[in-house]
T-cell receptor, first 111, second 114 residues
Framework: DAKTTQPPSMDCAEGRAANLPCNHSTISGNEYVYWYRQIHSQGPQYIIH???NNETNEMASLIITEDRKSSTLILPHATLRDTAVYYCIVSLGRGAQKLVFGQGTRLTINP | NAGVTQTPKFRVLKTGQSMTLLCAQD?????MYWYRQDPGMGLRLIHYSVGEGTTAKGEVPDGYNVSRLKKQNFLLGLESAAPSQTSVYFC?????????????FGPGTRLTVT
């Protein structure tokens, strides 16, 4: 599985868009980009995933560069409840899907 | 639906003791996983299962055994606990269905080995 690189921490003001970057320069053609988050010490929560195209759901948007070597998770209107550690993971879409969690980005939303 | 549940929530063991962690899911998922998370670190995969009666090693399998006798349950065993196994253990499950990508995680079991 490809490795990912994320900044260790970020801050964002409440109500603003939070943009979390991720580098995955060794991603292979059949690997997906997944984003999960972990609030406090709870179990991780799935946010969104993508292969080539940009994706949007009720939680966030995922922008993947054309060369697929990096991506950005966008939380459009961050709230205090979005304070969490965000993990960018690259993995196959089918099969066992063994997720490899790095250290993630600790996002703090400030009032 | 309860989703993914884990038993117990907390446990303290002495070095050399054994225990079993139980993960149960009511979503009829084929895939199940056990991860551990050490302080300040991301999750690491211990073992996983692609279906009833099958298990496979993950990234950090040493010192652990698993069993999947029933589709809804995935057990993680520590035969002789060591302080290095102090961690938070998370279970997850995922459906086999084509187009299903999300893993659902349980609330975790906090284990301390003294």
């Amino acid at each position: 599985d490809a490795k990912t690189t994320q900044p260790p921490s970020m801050d964002c003001a409440e109500g603003r868009a939070a943009n979390l970057p991720c580098n995955h320069s060794t991603i292979s053609g059949n690997e997906y980009v997944y984003w999960y988050r972990q609030i406090h010490s709870q179990g991780p929560q799935y946010i969104i995933h993508g292969l080539k195209n940009n994706e949007t759901n009720e939680m966030a948007s995922l922008i993947i560069t054309e060369d697929r070597k990096s991506s950005t998770l966008i939380l459009p209107h961050a709230t205090l409840r979005d304070t969490a550690v965000y993990y960018c993971i690259v993995s196959l879409g089918r099969g066992a899907q063994k997720l490899v969690f790095g250290q993630g980005t600790r996002l703090t939303i400030n009032p | 639906n309860a989703g993914v549940t884990q038993t117990p929530k907390f446990r303290v063991l002495k070095t050399g003791q054994s225990m079993t962690l139980l993960c149960a899911q009511d979503m009829n998922h084929e895939y199940m996983y056990w991860y551990r998370q050490d302080p300040g670190m991301g999750l690491r995969l211990i073992h996983y299962s692609v279906g009833e009666g099958t298990t496979a090693k993950g990234e950090v399998p040493d010192g652990y055994n698993v069993s999947r006798l029933k589709k809804q349950n995935f057990l993680l065993g520590l035969e002789s606990a060591a302080p290095s196994q102090t961690s938070v253990y998370f279970c997850a499950s995922r459906a086999w269905t084509s187009g299903t990508y999300e893993q659902y995680f349980g609330p975790g079991t906090r284990l301390t080995v003294t």
